[in-house]
């Protein structure tokens, strides 16, 4: 079962882990929590510190992230190459 402090911890764990600045989506998190006077405790630095519960989240998470970002590599990379072929179309090498 999972409780709030769990997943506030998951999130928060995450997010600091994980942002990748003030603009990032994984940045809101902390404007949520903050919303709720979520405090961490001091001691949560790593996945170690979380609960068996909190752990389950934050993999979660992670797992979630990674996807996400493999999804956007995938996009990224396909752009990347069709703006080559179209490079190459009008400079003429695809004739």
């Known amino acids: 079962m999972f409780n709030r402090w769990d997943i506030c911890d998951a999130y928060y764990l995450f997010a600091s ?9 994984e940045y809101e998190i902390f404007g949520r ?16 510190g979380l609960s068996e519960n909190g752990q389950a989240i934050y993999d979660g998470l992670v797992e979630r992230w990674a ?20 490079g190459e179309y009008y400079r003429g090498g695809n004739e």
């Open 17 to 25: 882990l994980y942002h990748g600045g003030q603009w990032g989506a």
């Open 33 to 48: 929590l903050d919303a709720i006077r979520y405090d961490p405790s001091p001691v949560l630095c790593d996945r170690n």
């Open 67 to 86: 996807t996400e970002q493999a999804g956007f590599r995938i996009i990224n990379n396909t752009i990347q190459t069709a703006a080559v072929e179209m």
